[in-house]
């Protein structure tokens, strides 16, 4: 609603016009401007100005809703992708929530992929077996898509689905697969996506990586410049998420802290050195994208690994405590051993860690 | 005090300036007529900018008693005024201490932290505690939630509300009347009723929201708490000119200062950080920049320590700096449970 026109709100003729004229054509033209400027640069008086404001906002602000009506069209439209394990599903009230960000972050080769093809094979399954019954947008940027491995996982899962005729076909002819390598097309992209969501009954929207796109290249020094080119991808991402009622899961890197990285406040002083060094010795993994982009996702799932076991964990959700789920890859994808999982406290909830699956020392 | 400074078109300026006006004093003792026949303009017109004067000197000295200027206070009324205050509990009992009681109306407060250190949380938290009924020692007002980054999970304040109905009934479970009163009211439904929920998609929406919020106020009385969650968020995403986003900002943070004051409100702000370089080393502060951190009255900082969740009081012009313990429970924000009392002043 940002980009409505002036002239179509029924200011006041005369006042309309000299928007128009000093080229204030939009909402957000006019609101981006502090009032004082408005008026130095319309020539016009305090009244007038604050008038033509208080209009203007009041068109362009969105209308409100009340909580209650808010969970009666939650009930009514369904909100949540069910990941079909358990413990987890009950831990995300229901499952991956639509109109929101949902963030894989872990380590190489410890299962977001695999995550990942599970999930769209969800968004596309009929609604009778628990899926969604629609399309899959899947972006690619690590070409580590493997059609066969989730044909597999569906076979797996779902024999009963995928060994009647056709059917094999048809789910995977639900999953479209974009491959991409840098961030431009991605951008390119995303703007096309807005109608084909919605033309084509999009169930579910996967980026696996996000990192992958920022990082290309040498990212061994400051992130903080590459980041700002995510300001828009990440804004858009939220709303298309929003827009179009869908989950969208982006999966995100790790790499190695730097020994600079001091994560506490200026008043908390240094009183922790001890801890700290402690905890350095044993976790060194922070998530590629950095803090900004932690802030933006609405549900933020850890994949780890430790004393030689692999753990989804809850990290990040408005709805539920920190939360860890021993997991395994089996050959119909991810399964978790319990479904109680074991609750995360302190910092723990935030650290990323991997060790424990060294292959020659077992 | 200059002409320049003055709310009125820059024809009008110009105007003035030409005609010889240049400070506020000169213009003090000119009549109407006068200033008409000097300027070339309308009596009316004349009257206009003569009107907008004394508004703008009386903000300029704000001096002396109320029998002595129109709209000020003494200190002493103000006081009286503060004490007669309820304050909207947090639900955790330490936390409401280093507050003075909660969460106050009539100022701005500023709450941030980490992700996923429970912002939201506390957030959702006081839209539904706003509304426990005065018989209950609660406000009974509405809020308003203006939710910037789809964060607000209406499950999640369904939860929040029964868990804070739950403790009400079990808090007056010895006043039978109290709670036949008002039965109706608690229920997690008409809670959730009474919490107006904006979803911003960009920062003009997030202006516009704020521009509205003086009306949609005179019409729903009863709103005693804006919530914005974030106030950050599209204003790091796409604001590219920086120097213009600070003087959009103070100008929504003054529209909300305001908005407390007239409607006797409190109004949250849930922010986010950022790394600082400072001193050779990188800190955690909160975003927006230096500039903004003038803008609210309160400053909160949620943070980890070691193993619990804790809230500090970064500024504040009545309460000491102190620090809190609290944790995120399946009811909501709640007493840490480790230990009872750990509130530590500094």
Redesign the interface.
């Known amino acids: 609603?940002?980009n409505k026109l002036i002239s179509q709100m029924g200011l006041p003729p005369s006042v309309a016009n000299v928007f128009a004229a000093r080229n204030i054509l939009t909402?957000?033209d006019a609101?981006?401007?502090?009032?004082?400027?408005l008026?130095?640069l319309l020539?016009?008086?305090?009244d007038q100005v604050k008038s033509a404001?208080?209009r203007?906002?009041?068109?362009?602000?969105?209308p409100?809703?009340?909580?209650?009506s808010?969970?009666e069209d939650?009930v009514r439209l369904g909100g949540h992708l069910p990941t079909l394990l358990r413990g987890l599903d009950d831990a995300l009230?229901g499952g991956i929530?639509f109109?929101?960000?949902t963030e894989l972050v872990g380590p190489s080769g410890i299962g977001k992929t695999q995550f990942c093809l599970k999930l769209s094979l969800l968004a596309a399954l009929p609604s009778c077996y628990g899926g969604l019954n629609g399309r899959v947008i899947y972006i690619d940027t690590e070409s580590k898509f493997s059609s066969r491995r989730m044909v597999e996982i569906g076979e797996n899962s779902f024999p009963q689905i995928f060994q009647s005729e056709g059917m094999a076909q048809q789910m995977a002819g639900r999953i479209i697969v974009v491959r991409l390598t840098s961030l431009p097309e991605f951008t390119e992209r995303l703007q096309q996506l807005k109608l084909t969501l919605i033309q084509h009954d999009v169930k579910l929207l996967v980026v696996d990586s996000m990192a992958a796109l920022v990082s290309g290249g040498n990212d061994t020094r400051t992130a903080g410049p590459k980041q700002h080119l995510l300001?828009?991808p990440?804004?858009f991402l939220?709303?298309l998420?929003?827009?179009s009622r869908i989950p969208v899961v982006v999966t995100n890197q790790v790499r190695s802290q730097s020994s600079?990285?001091?994560?506490?406040?200026?008043?908390?002083g240094k009183e922790k050195d001890s801890?700290k060094n402690f905890e350095r010795l044993e976790s060194h993994l922070i998530a590629a994208l950095?803090?900004?982009w932690?802030?933006?996702?609405?549900i933020?799932l850890v994949f780890e690994a430790y004393s030689g076991q692999k753990f989804i964990k809850v990290?990040?959700?408005?709805?539920s405590?920190?939360r860890a789920f021993p997991f395994i890859v089996e050959s119909s994808g991810i399964s978790l051993l319990n479904d109680d999982g074991f609750k995360v406290?302190?910092?723990?909830?935030?650290t990323i860690r991997f060790q424990g699956h060294n292959i020659l020392e077992q | 005090m200059e002409i320049a400074n003055l709310?009125?078109?820059?024809?009008?300026r110009a105007k003035l300036l030409s005609a010889g006006y240049t400070t506020l004093t000169s213009l003090s003792a000119v009549s109407p007529f006068q200033l008409a026949r000097d300027l070339n303009i309308a009596l009316q017109e004349a009257s206009?900018i003569l009107k907008?004067m004394p508004e703008f000197t009386r903000s300029e000295s704000l001096h002396g008693g109320n029998a002595i200027l129109k709209g000020a206070q003494t200190a002493w009324d103000m006081l009286s005024e503060e004490q007669m205050q309820k304050h909207i509990t947090t639900g955790c009992e330490n936390l409401d201490t280093i507050l003075g009681g909660g969460i106050h109306c009539k100022e701005v407060t500023e709450v941030g932290g980490?992700?996923?250190i429970g912002k939201?949380?506390l957030g959702?938290q006081l839209?539904v505690n706003v509304q426990i009924p005065v018989e209950y020692g609660g406000l009974h007002g509405k809020a308003?939630?203006i939710d910037t980054?789809?964060?607000?999970?209406?499950?999640?304040?369904?939860?929040i509300a029964e868990g804070c109905i739950m403790d009400m009934l079990d808090k007056f479970r010895h006043h039978q009347k109290v709670i036949l009163a008002c039965q109706e009211q608690m229920q997690p439904?008409s809670f959730?009723?009474?919490?107006?929920?904006?979803?911003?998609?960009?920062?003009?929406?997030q202006?516009?929201?704020?521009?509205?919020l003086g009306?949609?106020l005179a019409e729903q009385k009863d709103v005693k708490i804006i919530i914005i969650d974030?106030v950050?968020?599209?204003f790091?995403?796409?604001f590219d000119d920086l120097a213009?986003r600070t003087?959009?900002l103070s100008?929504m943070s003054l529209e909300l200062m305001k908005l407390a004051k007239t409607y006797n409100l409190a109004v949250v702000l849930l922010n986010?950080?950022?790394?600082k370089f400072?001193e050779g080393?990188?800190?955690?502060?909160l975003a927006l920049g230096d500039s903004w951190s003038h803008a609210c009255t309160n400053r909160v900082?949620l943070?980890?320590?070691?193993?619990?969740r804790h809230a500090?009081i970064?500024k504040s012009p009545s309460l000491r700096?102190a620090s809190a313990p609290f944790s995120?429970?399946?009811k909501g924000i709640r007493n840490a449970t480790s230990q009872c009392k750990r509130v530590r002043m500094?």
């Not at chain 1, 990290?315 to 709805?319: E, F, G, I, L, Q």
């Not at chain 2, 959730?192 to 929406?205: D, G, H, K, Q, V």
């Not at chain 2, 202006?207 to 509205?212: E, K, P």
């Open positions: 609603m940002a909402a957000k609101l981006s401007l502090p009032e004082f400027e008026m130095t020539g016009m008086g305090l404001v208080e203007i906002s009041e068109i362009t602000c969105p409100y809703q009340t909580a209650l808010l969970m939650r009230c929530p109109g929101a960000l300001r828009w990440l804004s939220k709303s998420a929003e827009f600079n990285e001091a994560f506490h406040y200026p008043f908390q801890s950095g803090i900004q932690a802030h933006a996702v609405t933020r990290a990040k959700s408005p709805m405590p920190a406290m302190g910092r723990e909830i935030n | 709310p009125i078109s820059p024809s009008q206009d907008v980490v992700p996923g939201t949380q959702i839209a308003v939630y980054e789809g964060s607000f999970m209406v499950e999640r304040a369904h939860q439904n959730l009723a009474n919490i107006f929920y904006f979803r911003i998609c960009s920062y003009t929406e202006i516009a929201v704020i521009n509205y009306k949609f974030s950050t968020f599209h790091r995403q796409d213009r003087r959009v100008g986010q950080v950022t790394t400072t080393s990188f800190q955690l502060t900082i943070y980890w320590n070691g193993n619990d500090y970064d700096s995120v429970t399946s500094m």
